[in-house]
């Protein structure tokens, strides 16, 4: 049995308007970085360089928006990874 990480980082009792990206959300009980003795051994550099492009994308490019309607995003599939095969943006 494999447990999903991701699906229990969407948990509304949890975390109010899942689907919502919200930076300034402050529950801390995630599991993007896993638990226990495996808990990831990058996650301070990740969460560091995650800090660094978020910034970056915010101040350089305030009014980013996607170049589309969401729904209309196609998400890769057969792995356990899941991403947008494309992500057209355009600036506000
Ligand atoms: C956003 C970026 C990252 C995410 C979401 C992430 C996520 C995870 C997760 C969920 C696990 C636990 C897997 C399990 O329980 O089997 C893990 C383990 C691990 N991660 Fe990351 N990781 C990230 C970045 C990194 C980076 C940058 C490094 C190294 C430079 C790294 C190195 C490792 C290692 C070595 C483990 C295995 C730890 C062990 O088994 O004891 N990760 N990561």
Redesign the pocket.
Known sequence: MIAS?AGANFDPSVFPDPHTMDLRRETAQH?????????????N??RM??QEILCVLVRRLPGLTLAGAAEDVRWTSGSIIIRPARLPVRKG
Do not use: K, N, T
């Open positions: 990480f599991l993007a970085f896993g638990r226990g003795p495996h808990y990831c051994l990058g996650a550099l990740a360089e995650l």
